[in-house]
């Protein structure tokens, strides 16, 4: 048989920070964790995590023993997971390492952000840090596929990734982004601008992940894509499936059906190679072509995604409406069901568009202090990109990799306070974790985490600016945090259009903004905003949390409804023991 079977995984935990600890910038950072203890089951194993974070890093032990047995695989790993790895399970860590040097190690933006959400500074310099990090894993290797978060792309932000690197890349996506031209492009090598594109089967994908087709079944789904035109011609074509690496926990007997399914593709003789090792045998004449292929160009949508909602398309397609909490074809915002509730989801319309506007006011902020220290033009993203060694120093110093102070101010003048500047922007960029919006109520664990830590970065710029005319800025936008609630006025929300007309109504907002737990009546945003500011903030900036109740600033939360099979030791709200 020629078809050729792919699978990737990819992997991401945001972290359950809390709190960001003070720092200089000369190393990397230390925060305080969520403490609010879980158990997930594997096999017969009980998996426990002081939080949610740790129980997950866990267990890729675990995963990492099953994948060691496998081909045809690709991973990704996001960095600052990695990081955490290093940090908390080291032995899970070098065996994560020995799996992605066997299979294809594919680069990812770090933090996990909607990468087109972000303006294309932080695009830049991200892309480049992604080939940075994966460096010591990718080797030789001449193709790489790129992973980009929730596969949410645009042709410039896929111009900015090819932009980054010499190599030839494939971008992994959801065959509903793609828009084939002609049946047989299917299953082949296809172009994409410069790059190469492929699109995972989401019916097998997700059958897998969320359990609805045993082993038997998954094996007959693959197998119902046979290509009995590339058949005859004796042209290899690959289906491709890919799933978060978290998939694998779905329940205990998941790593086993996933062994199953792949065993049983091998006896039927469907080849096993990665999406990367397909394009380069193509490429080299190993595998043969179509005439045409690979230099067949097609089309993606901008701004799909691999995880959006699909009932609320109106073309077949996916978009990033699951990340805006508004259709993107028609701008009208919905609702979705949580714990058997309608939530409006007019509370994500709000906070993308904070966390637009503390971005480029943290950018503003980092870039004016740089220019100050005669640090201009290519320099100043040339020494955040670099910054990214000491972030991330912990797993550059363990391949031997160059990340010394010396290293990171070469490209600011060996000025050390620009290290102080550069902690702050890479504050900013771990506080633009996707999950937050990807789920559908606001009050929760990684909602908590990017507000605690976007606030840190702006408390840090205050103190930074202080006696500078452009302190105001800072507090203004600190300010903005805690009066989260009534941006519904400032931004004129009500005047947005709704699906079902009751969306975007103050009775909704307050009720998508209601706090899950009985010791505090702020929203989220407003209590992560004070829990960071009561600690932080030092004299006159103190009269800034006044009109607050202190005693409402806590770090408990809602608990996420995808992590309702976990064991929680307090099932009724996501606690944090401090």
Known sequence: MFMKYAHHFHAYQPGDIVYTLDGDGSGPIEYEERKSPVTIKIREEDVRGENWTRAMLYSYEHISEVLSRMKGISIDIEPFTFLMLLRYHKEAFEEAVGLLKKFDAVPTTPFHPIVPHLDGFEQRILARVSFDFYAPLTGGREVLGYWLPEAVITRESASIVEASTEKKLVFLLDERQLLYDFPQAKHSCNRYGNAFVFGREWHISDAFAFNTLDVSGLISATLSYRDDYKENLGVPY?????????????????????????????????????????????????????????????????????????????????????????????????????????????????????????????????????????????????????????????YYEYFGVDASL????????????????????????????????????????????????????????INYFDGDELQSLFINAYLRVLNFENLYHVWNLSAMPSLEGWETSWKAWEEALSPEVPNSGYNVVTRAGLYVGKMDLRGELRGLTEPYNLEWAVADTGHIPGEAHGQWENNEWCEHRA
């Open 406 to 461: 010396d290293y990171v101010l070469e490209s600011a003048n060996g000025e050390r306070e620009a290290l102080k500047l550069g902690r702050v922007y890479y504050l900013m960029l771990l506080a633009n974790h996707s999950c937050p919006r990807f789920w559908e109520n606001l009050d929760t664990r990684v909602a908590f985490g990017n507000v605690s830590t976007i606030t840190k970065a702006l408390i840090e710029l």
């Open 238 to 394: 690959l289906v491709f499936t890919a799933s978060d690496l978290e998939s694998l926990l779905g329940n205990p007997r998941q790593l086993d059906r996933f062994t199953s399914w792949m065993e049983g593709l091998e006896r039927k003789g469907v080849g096993r190679v990665s999406a990367m090792d397909f394009v380069a045998k193509k490429l080299s004449g190993e595998f043969k072509r179509l005439e045409g292929e690979c230099s067949f160009g097609i089309g993606v949508k901008d701004y799909s995604s691999w995880s959006d909602y699909f009932d609320l398309s109106l073309d077949g397609k996916t978009s990033d409406s699951r990340w805006l909490g508004y259709r993107r074809a028609d701008g009208k915002v919905f609702a979705r069901e949580v714990n058997g509730r309608k939530v409006s989801q007019l509370w994500k319309v709000a906070f993308t568009r904070l966390f637009e506007e503390l971005n480029r006011i943290i950018r503003l902020g980092v870039l004016k202090g740089l220019e100050k220290l005669g640090i201009e033009g290519p320099s100043r993203e040339g020494f955040l990109v670099r910054y990214a060694r000491v972030f991330f120093r912990d």
